[in-house]
């Protein structure tokens, strides 16, 4: 059974940096497409960035484009997001999220086309 793990969340004042790391097991192959969604009190889930393993492909919310990279390590199926320059809008659980289902083309940051989620570390961000 797929498990996804994600830490490196907590609390730092704008302008900041954080890390988030998401560490998959149950499965060995690396997914198809992974990537980070955010979630604020009151206020729907959004997509972060995502990356398509097979040619690292790499997508961006408009609002962290600059600020924000995804990448992984796929010897030890691993996502990270870096986060710099964070603002308190950046305030939110986020989330993991990962699929294995292979050759779809990306259609955008739609949460049905991710089978596979963890369970959220939350970024505060003070101003």
């Known amino acids: 059974q797929v498990q996804l793990a994600e830490s490196g969340g907590g609390s730092v004042p704008a302008g900041g940096s954080l890390r988030l790391s998401c560490a998959a097991s149950g499965y060995t192959a690396s997914p198809y497409y992974s990537g980070w969604f955010r979630q604020a009190p009151g206020k729907e889930r959004e997509g972060v960035a995502a990356?398509?393993?097979?040619?690292?492909?790499?997508w961006y919310a408009d609002s962290v484009k600059g600020r924000f990279t995804i990448s992984r390590d796929n010897a030890k199926n691993t996502l990270y997001l870096q986060m710099n320059s964070l603002s308190p809008e950046d305030t939110a659980m986020y989330y993991c999220?990962?699929?294995?289902?292979?050759?779809?083309?990306?259609?955008?940051?739609?949460?049905?086309?991710?089978?596979?989620w963890g369970q959220g570390t939350q970024v505060n961000v003070s101003s």
């Open positions: 999220a990962a699929d294995w289902r292979r050759g779809r083309p990306w259609f955008g940051f739609r949460t049905a086309d991710f089978g596979y």
């Open positions: 990356i398509r393993t097979a040619d690292r492909s790499t």
